[in-house]
Every structure is written in structure tokens, then in C-alpha cells.
């Protein structure tokens, strides 16, 4: 049967057609499509536009004492580290760091403990829901500057002055806050409520369930909502300006040390929020990555 099929004359039909759109997306003997090249390029490009300027400023702020504002690099030391905790002159550093830090760790609690809330409230529908909704998140919408100028004439005319702890702490929240709500509902959705049943008919009651149940499932999220509430604030300019009083954040401190400081301690304050901000969303994704495998040894045990 074989030497039959073997002796049979080949046809044109036997060949296999390759359509014309594989042909020319398919790549040459040896080399990739051109389209490769041209993503490349086009990533390539948007990672130099992004990182750029933070790796010129985290250069330039590693100059010795004859450094400048600008290239080429003079020497490397770590002088205007130094100078920038230790010299009046470069501004309230200390202090501006300070009020920044404790600032973005009560948003971060009160955006956290609020959004978990949300989450709560939002799991069924209720009348007015829709309402309710957009108006928790339609501080994203007005503008940064508007907005943080309307919160300080608020507590104006409520009698308070403005200070970090009080108008900054409205406006900052008025930020974070809707960030937090969308995440957490994210969060929610996946939340499998079957899981919460087996609670109650194992006799745990609402506030256990939530406690025991909910909260380390959830975990995750939270950490998420947590490094959204700080990071934003920790950062935010536009909504401090008008709310912060006599006292500066660290964004308004920087700030203002553009308008009088004239030396690389400027960039050396620029490396080491980064620096700050860098360790805080390591120390985050790591948490995650620990509740994440100690599910999976959970599991498996």
C-alpha cells in the first residue's frame, strides 16, 4: 500500500497555501519583523522620556563641592547630601520631611479604614447608591489648585486655620480617598462570599467574619489602597498649596528652594525622596508577596 501511495503523482492541491497576511507579518530567514524594531524604538523612546530626568538629577546630585545645576559633572562626593541636612540656608528640610511623613501615614490610615468601609457598604445596592458614588469620586475631576483653595477657605470660614494637620489633611484625603474607593472595589468584586457563608455557619458572628474572614483575604488590597493614600500624598503639591499655612510640606519645601537655592543640594533632595518613595512601594509589594506565599504554604499544608 505504501509503494502505491509512494508510486501516486504529487498535486497541486497536496501543497499547503500559506495566506497572504501570514506572509507578510512572517519574520525573514535569521531576523526579526520590522515591527519589532519599530515597538522597540517607540518603548526604547518612552523609557528615556520617563526615567531621563530623574537620572540627571540623581547624577548631578552625587558632585563634589564644585558641582553645578548642570552637566558636565564635577568630581563625585557626597557633599550636598551633607549640606542639605546641615546648612540653614537650603530651607527646613528636617522639619518639611517630618510634616510630610506623618501627614501621608494618617491619609494612608483614614483613606484605608474609609475605602474598607466603602467597599462594605457598596457589596448591595441600595437607593441613591449611583449618587453616592460619584460624589465620593468627583473630587477627581476639579482641578488640584481649585480645590485645595476651596478647602482652605472651608475651614476659614469655619474658624480653623490652615495648617498640615487640618486644611492640608482635608484636601489631601479629597485626593486620596476616591483612589482608594475604586481600588478597593476592584478588591471587592473578586472577594468570593462563599467564603464568608462557611464563617457565619460555623457560628462566627458579622464583626469576626470581617476580622477573621474577610480582612486577611483581603489583604492585598488594603496593602494596595495603603500605597495609593501614601504616595499620593506624600507627593501631592497643587492640593497643599493653599491648605498647608506657614508650614511646609516636603513638595512645598522643594518648592520654594527653587527660588533661592542654586546648588545640587536640590538634587540631592530630589534622590532622596525617591529614595523614600522607592523603599516605601518595595516594602509594600514585598508585604504582599509574603501574604501570597503564606497562602500557598497554607494550602498546600
Not at 6 to 15: F, Y
Not at 38 to 60: N, S
Not at 123 to 146: E, H, N, Q
Request: aromatic share 12%; proline share 4%.
Amino acid at each position: 500500500m505504501s509503494a502505491v501511495l509512494a508510486d501516486m503523482p504529487k498535486t497541486e492541491t497536496s501543497k499547503t497555501v500559506v495566506p497572504a497576511s501570514t506572509k507578510a507579518i512572517a519574520p525573514s530567514k535569521g531576523g526579526r519583523p520590522w515591527t519589532f524594531y519599530a515597538l522597540a524604538t517607540l518603548f526604547a523612546a518612552y523609557v528615556i522620556a520617563l526615567y531621563g530626568p530623574m537620572f540627571c538629577i540623581y547624577v548631578l546630585s552625587f558632585q563634589d563641592i564644585r558641582g553645578g545645576l548642570v552637566f558636565p559633572m564635577k568630581g563625585q562626593s557626597l557633599h550636598w547630601f551633607v549640606d542639605l541636612f546641615t546648612q540653614v540656608r537650603t530651607g527646613d528640610v528636617k522639619g518639611s520631611f517630618d510634616r510630610s511623613i506623618k501627614l501621608a501615614v494618617i491619609v494612608t490610615i483614614i483613606t484605608v479604614v474609609v475605602s474598607f468601609l466603602a467597599g462594605l457598604g457598596f457589596r448591595k445596592r441600595f437607593r441613591g447608591d449611583t449618587v453616592v458614588f460619584y460624589m465620593m469620586i468627583g473630587s477627581l475631576v476639579a482641578p488640584g489648585l481649585v480645590l485645595g483653595l476651596g478647602t482652605g477657605l472651608l475651614f476659614q470660614a469655619l474658624g480653623l486655620n490652615a495648617s498640615w494637620y487640618t486644611s492640608a489633611l482635608g484636601a489631601q484625603l479629597s485626593w486620596t480617598l476616591p483612589f482608594g474607593v475604586l481600588v478597593m472595589f476592584a478588591v471587592m468584586s473578586r472577594f468570593n462570599h462563599a467564603w464568608e457563608e462557611a464563617a457565619y455557619d460555623l457560628g462566627a458572628s458579622r464583626w469576626q467574619s470581617v476580622r477573621l474572614v474577610m480582612i486577611p483575604v483581603l489583604a492585598p488590597g488594603l496593602v494596595a489602597v495603603a500605597l495609593f493614600g501614601f504616595t499620593l500624598s506624600y507627593d501631592e503639591f497643587a492640593r497643599s498649596l493653599q491648605t498647608a499655612g506657614s508650614l511646609n510640606t516636603l513638595p512645598l519645601e522643594i518648592w520654594s528652594m527653587t527660588l533661592n537655592v542654586t546648588s545640587p543640594s536640590l538634587y540631592a533632595l530630589g534622590t532622596v525622596t525617591t529614595i523614600v518613595s522607592f523603599i516605601v512601594i518595595g516594602a509594600s509589594l514585598g508585604t504582599i508577596v509574603l501574604i501570597q506565599k503564606k497562602r500557598g504554604s497554607r494550602a498546600k499544608g
